[in-house]
């Protein structure tokens, strides 16, 4: 079999930092709103859970290291990929790990971001940002949020209707021009899938669905063990006591794995605080995570009825 293909050589880099740089020339800060990571540091190995997904993740892997195999069995790689599921669940991760597994400069475009900023002049930037990766090695487009192009959701009204519609087409077009693109692959995300517009989705767009779920109970237990594992090796030593893994499960229904991160996150935290506070605080407890974990809730609901417009 053919060795993988090297990755992108430095040259290659510096051209598409030059490039980029000649965008935010022409369209203002790109930064927050379109970034490049020459190679994210997240692996699949870091991911906890989502076993279904990582290995569709997996396959895209090959599809961009070793686009002959496709051709050596009659088909085609898939170009356009949408990840949904609820807010947290790991779908930028997923991203960042494919971009990293298959040695590919990854492109993060925030898509809430450049509506609120550009608006009508979004799809020109979108096209400027695909044209940047054609020829330029092998890299992994992320459209986060990719549902804020229903411009119609954030400005109501026939001219947002429209200026949405113009983006869409201008994206389709750029995602069907990717069949001869073999070496990129556009990754969208949403966690509102019902928000989304139906034509993005299909042959000649985004026509491979990922789920990315909220984790069970294993899952969960893998990522809480993933985080501590991390934190440790952060700090050079013991974090945590042993924790009662059944007792904190059962105070997480619903929760993603991005809040079972910063369940720990803060209880690492309010540590932190006391000893900066003259105390001597032990390593954590399962008790100091149950605390957290309730305080942690009531936050989510405020926060989820100020993003509904319910709070008052």
């Given at each position: 079999m053919r060795p993988d293909r090297p990755a992108p050589p430095d040259v290659s880099l510096r051209r598409l930092e030059d490039l980029l740089a000649g965008?935010?020339?022409?369209?203002?800060?790109?930064?927050?709103?379109?970034?490049?990571?020459?190679?994210?540091?997240?692996?699949?190995?870091?991911?906890?859970?989502?076993?279904?997904?990582?290995?569709?993740?997996?396959?895209?892997?090959?599809?961009?290291?070793?686009?002959?195999?496709?051709?050596?069995?009659?088909?085609?790689?898939?170009?356009?990929?949408?990840?949904?599921?609820?807010?947290?669940?790991?779908?930028?991760?997923?991203?960042?790990?494919?971009?990293?597994?298959?040695?590919?400069?990854?492109?993060?475009?925030r898509m809430r971001h450049i509506v609120f900023k550009?608006?009508?002049?979004?799809g020109e930037l979108i096209q400027e940002v695909f044209r940047v990766l054609a020829g330029n090695g092998r890299g992994v487009l992320y459209l986060d949020?990719?549902?804020?192009?229903?411009?119609?959701?954030?400005f109501p009204g026939e001219e947002?209707?429209?200026?949405?519609?113009r983006v869409i087409t201008v994206l389709l077009e750029r995602l069907e021009a990717l069949g001869g693109m073999l070496e990129t692959l556009a990754v969208a995300s949403t966690s509102r899938p019902?928000?989304?517009?139906?034509?993005?989705?299909?042959?000649?767009?985004?026509?491979r669905l990922i789920e990315v779920p909220l984790p069970d109970g294993d899952e969960k237990?893998?990522?809480?063990?993933?985080?501590?594992?991390?934190?440790?090796a952060s700090a050079g030593r013991t974090l945590f006591h042993t924790l009662d893994s059944d007792a904190i499960l059962a105070r997480t229904v619903k929760m993603s794995g991005g809040d079972l991160a910063e369940v720990l996150r803060r209880a690492l935290e309010e540590k932190a605080r006391?000893?900066?506070?003259?105390?001597?605080?032990g390593?954590?407890?399962?008790?100091?995570?149950l605390r957290v974990i309730e305080d942690y809730r009531r936050i989510k609901e405020v926060v989820e009825k100020i993003r509904y417009g319910q709070y008052l």
């Open positions: 965008l935010a020339k022409r369209f203002g800060d790109l930064r927050g709103k379109v970034d490049m990571v020459p190679r994210p540091q997240v692996t699949l190995q870091e991911i906890g859970g989502l076993a279904a997904a990582k290995r569709e993740i997996q396959s895209l892997v090959f599809a961009l290291r070793r686009p002959e195999l496709h051709q050596r069995w009659g088909t085609v790689p898939v170009k356009g990929v949408l990840l949904y599921g609820p807010p947290g669940t790991g779908k930028t991760l997923l991203a960042q790990a494919l971009a990293r597994e298959a040695e590919a400069v990854f492109f993060h475009l550009w608006y009508g002049d979004s949020e990719i549902d804020a192009l229903s411009f119609d959701r954030m947002a209707r429209a200026a949405s519609r019902d928000a989304l517009d139906s034509t993005l989705v299909g042959p000649g767009g985004l026509d237990r893998e990522i809480l063990a993933i985080h501590q594992r991390r934190a440790e006391r000893e900066g506070a003259g105390e001597n605080p390593p954590v407890e399962t008790d100091d995570i």
